[in-house]
């Protein structure tokens, strides 16, 4: 959950947000507090408050004189209680007993450079629920004032309370609204799935006009352009293979008239090497262009690799040893198309193997998903050089091999092409080891 929050740029524009305002309220306070930290400031406000101490203690009196204190409570709003030797008064019957006040010096008044005013003499504070009471020492008496008023006790919430309040709405609007400018970005990534899947006549739609819409359209445009120039890619490449067969038909006929037996045998085996290269193109141009829907059925497995061997392998048996590990499994596939992909791996493991290596091993097994393939051979293997270059057509990679000892270098990548065709993988799984070793995935229902 935090992985996907930390990727999302809503919450990252948002963490800003909340980055600033807090660099923002720090700097605030700090600058506050360095401004009451100044000796001027200090002062100035110590002196005040010293003064309106003086005039409360001159008016009252010493010893106390209760009508001056009932003046005083009716021209400001604060509550008074005064004590002696003689005299138990408070102007609001309520009013906290001192046992139940713990008076002490506050934090706020201090000679520490910290503190916001310097110490005053003679004065103690407390706290009691929202209430704020000041002692103030006159001879033998305590002259406690309370501020606000004891009788006036607010019902609604703190400032504290309200400022974090805000602060959570504020917050929360800013999500919303960051969240309402990146809307369109899962548009934009779910048209750029599809489009990425292949399908490349898909538009993103709903487009604002703003530069995330900017972003869309060029999107659209350009799923637009690679599906045009994929288009005649596709149409050139099948234009000229299909042309190719005309004069290797012509060729093939011509064939039958020359008289050397060599000649004709070495011009049909590069004429049939030419016609499987164009069979390969054809088929691996029909399986990139990924819209082109498979022609899937419910198969047996194990029955398609036994009809396989016999019909392609029959002479090659001996040199194979074939295990079905998963028994009678039905899979939703393209049977032609996995045929053609074992037919191609089996070949090579073949191709690039004698008998002395030992025998080519051909393993099906399933799990509670996947169809699993495994070819392999005993020869020289692949590097990992060589391995990252299977998906790549006409790659070999003995560059001294020719057609006949080395393919055309199309196997491998057909074989891939069919595997991602089926949502599946193929992996070779001991490069920079003797003998190769190809394991091919395939979804056992392929939606």
Not at 55 to 77: F, H, L, N, Q, W
Not at 328 to 346: G, P
Not at 404 to 433: I, K, S
Request: net charge negative; charged share 25%; aromatic share 6%.
């Amino acid at each position: 959950m935090l992985r996907k929050f930390s990727r999302s740029l809503s919450f990252r524009l948002l963490a800003i947000f909340v980055v600033l305002a807090a660099m923002f309220v720090f700097g605030a306070f700090t600058a506050l507090k360095l401004l009451y930290n100044s000796d001027e400031i200090r002062g100035l406000i110590s002196g005040h408050l010293s003064l309106h101490v003086h005039y409360v203690k001159e008016d009252i009196g010493s010893p106390p004189r209760i009508e001056r204190a009932i003046a005083i409570t009716e021209s400001v709003p604060v509550d008074i209680r005064i004590l002696g030797p003689d005299l138990d008064w408070a102007s609001d019957s309520n009013f906290p007993l001192l046992k139940e006040l713990e008076f002490g010096p506050s934090p706020k008044f201090s000679d520490d450079p910290d503190a916001w005013v310097d110490e005053l003499q003679d004065l103690e504070f407390a706290v009691l629920g929202r209430h704020r009471f000041l002692k103030i020492q006159q001879d033998d008496y305590q002259i406690v004032v309370s501020t606000p008023r004891i009788a006036d006790v607010s019902s609604g919430p703190d400032i504290i309370t309200i400022i974090v309040g805000l602060g959570l709405l504020y917050l929360a609007i800013g999500y919303l609204a960051v969240r309402w400018l990146f809307k369109p970005i899962s548009a934009i990534r779910g048209g750029a799935a599809h489009i990425g899947r292949g399908n490349l006549e898909h538009r993103i739609r709903n487009i604002r006009k703003d530069q995330l819409g900017d972003l869309a359209n060029d999107i659209n445009k350009l799923a637009g352009d690679v599906e045009h120039m994929l288009d005649a890619k596709r149409a050139l490449l099948l234009g000229i293979s299909h042309e190719l067969r005309t004069p290797m038909s012509r060729m093939r006929l011509a064939l039958e008239f020359l008289e050397n037996p060599d000649d004709r045998e070495n011009l049909r085996s590069e004429i049939v090497e030419m016609e499987k290269i164009v069979v390969s193109l054809l088929e691996a141009e029909r399986l990139a262009t990924r819209h082109e829907s498979l022609s899937t059925t419910l198969v047996d497995a194990g029955a398609l690799l036994d009809d396989l061997i016999d019909d392609f392998f029959s002479r090659d048996r001996a040199r194979l040893h074939v295990t079905n590990k998963a028994g009678q499994v039905e899979a939703r596939i393209d049977e032609a198309r996995i045929s053609l992909m074992l037919k191609n791996l089996i070949s090579n493991a073949l191709r690039y193997s004698t008998d002395e290596d030992g025998r080519v091993e051909v393993c099906m097994d399933a799990s509670d998903t996947d169809l699993v393939w495994t070819i392999k051979d005993y020869g020289p293997g692949m590097s990992s050089d060589q391995a990252r270059h299977i998906g790549e057509p006409f790659y070999r990679g003995d560059p001294s091999r020719t057609r006949g000892t080395g393919g055309t270098g199309l196997g491998l990548y057909l074989a891939q092409l069919v595997a991602e065709a089926h949502q599946g993988t193929l992996t070779l799984q001991n490069p920079d080891q003797p003998g190769a070793c190809f394991e091919c995935r395939i979804p056992l229902d392929l939606t």
